[in-house]
């Protein structure tokens, strides 16, 4: 049975509880709207630790004027009945004034990694994640939190937040989970049309052309990125954001490819925007293992 915590106090409690029994802690922060990416990721959790925590918090801080929060998909009902057959051991599900009870929240800046990527169109974006996730370690304290690759930029900020403000956790980046024709799970997907669902697979095809380039040795980055761009700009429907090969830790430019790089595009399709990314090496490189 999953317990329900709905406050701080509920949930620092049964922690303590747990941890008093000698149990380490595994935690999946979540918006809800579980596919099978959340799924992996709970089981990845569930092979690591006694015990398996997940929150659900669609986190208010993280999204911008006319973003998706108000319509962002919930439902707690189905959440919860699948976080039981997966044998997650308790479900953290705070309301935002509980979360943040101040007008004028202390907040979390991620800097220079904050600024690339989904960062011009996505402004205070990862100052909000940065904020939530610090507030969510801070309240659960678990031995080991879990995130998604797909979400590679978000992965990067936690991991030097968490290493630079010391929190005494490790952080696991797990590999993303796709549809059958590629398309990266997202619970954004549930927005798109037949026609925008089927544009959207474009993304990976893009990534997938870049890892081909990359592995057969091209090195030249400009080249790269203007094949990514082209592909994704000559989908009707298709609205690029960016196409980029940066530097998998810091998020920097490259401009010749010498070892393991991230390869990350943004889109809108329709009203939705879709992100994806993959990392790659060229022949011979040493990876991060990641
Ligand atoms: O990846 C997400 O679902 C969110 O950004 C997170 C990490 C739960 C913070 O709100």
Redesign the pocket.
Known sequence: MTVVLETIAAARQWVRTERTGGKSIGFV???GAFHDGHRSLFRRAREQSDRVVV?I?V?PL?FGQGEDFARYPRDFARDLALAEREGVDAVFCPEAGEMYPDALPLTVHPGKLGKTLCGPSRPGHFRG?AT??AKLLNIIQPDRAF??QK?AQ?AVIIQWMVRGLNFPVEIEVCPTVREPDGLAMSSRNAYLDSEERANATVLYRSLRRAEDLIRSGVRDVARIEQEMRDMIRSVPGAELDYARVVDPHALGDVKQIAGEVLVAVGARFGKTRLIDNLLAAPPRAVTSGQ
């Open positions: 922060p979540t918006m929150s918090f986190n993280q994640v939530v996730v995130f998604g979400d978000q």
